[in-house]
């Protein structure tokens, strides 16, 4: 189990397999290990990782009376402390916004992009207002990150992810709201950006999802980018519907890469 150490914060982290690194983000309020049906697919072909954001995981916590850390800079931080070069990148939610971000930092820089569950949202829609978790909940709430048919369909993983998001640093973070970055101000202009990006994208997200309207922005601003919905799949498509998830990241990941050896050698 280890721990590397990124911009102050004690990250915690997972790694199998050996290869080009496929590093996963996860979203808010959840964590690298909820990445594990990705892991048993991808560790054979790739160098797998998923970390666990400041305030999340098993990672520490930040202070109270400082601002959230901004998680762009947080993956900046973990890649060049892990010197990964070129990596994959696939997110989810708010780790689906930092990959964005990132790559909008650096257009060309990874060997493949994978968002989903997010994209380009509004400038106008107001951000959701951060209040206090009760001292009572201990397994935190998902809201509609998963389908209900899910819940009674598969109880055990339905109830797999409430327990391994619900750690005492994420409640301490829920209990504790830090004020959100000025860094996040990135955002207004993101879509303005993003159209630079140079990296191979595909762009997936459930049908059920809200942020499918942003998923689609984004889809049209990035040129080249794929696009690829997943019927019936809520927010948390990598989780409720992997099988699909895995199966279209997989030959995405397989066009891209050998186009990309391709150029490269010559053929």
């Not at 996860?26 to 594990?36: I, L, T, V």
């Not at 055990?156 to 409430?162: G, N």
Request: net charge negative; charged share 25%.
């Amino acid at each position: 189990m280890p721990w590397i150490e990124v911009n102050g914060t004690d990250i915690y982290y997972q790694e199998e397999g050996s290869g080009l690194p496929l590093v996963f983000l996860h979203g808010n309020s959840s964590c690298g290990e909820a990445w594990f049906q990705q892991f048993a697919a991808f560790r054979d072909r790739f160098r797998v990782i998923a970390f666990d954001s400041v305030n999340h995981g098993h990672s520490s916590n930040s202070p109270r009376d400082q601002e959230e850390p901004d998680r762009a800079d947080e993956l900046e931080g973990f890649l060049a402390a892990m010197r990964i070069e070129r990596p994959v990148l696939a997110g989810n939610s708010i780790g689906g916004n930092t990959l964005l971000r990132w790559a909008a930092r650096h257009p060309g820089d990874a060997a493949a992009l994978i968002p989903s569950g997010s994209g380009i949202r509004d400038a106008n829609a107001p951000l959701p207002e951060a209040r206090p978790l009760d001292l009572e909940t201990l397994f935190l709430p998902i809201g509609d990150s998963l389908t209900d048919g899910f819940k009674q369909q598969q109880p055990r993983m339905y109830e797999r992810y409430l327990r391994i998001r619900s750690t005492a640093t994420r409640l301490e973070a829920m209990r504790h709201p830090r004020a959100r970055s000025r860094r996040t101000a990135e955002n207004a202009t993101l879509g303005e950006r993003i159209g630079s990006v140079s990296s191979p994208m595909l762009v997936i997200v459930g049908e059920l999802d809200g942020a499918r309207p942003a998923a689609q922005r984004l889809h049209k601003l990035v040129p080249g980018s794929q696009y690829h919905v997943v019927k019936g799949a809520p927010h948390n498509v990598y989780y409720e519907a992997a099988a699909e998830y895995n199966q279209v990241l997989s030959a995405f990941l397989d066009r891209v890469l050998s186009r990309a050896t391709a150029v490269a050698t010559g053929d």
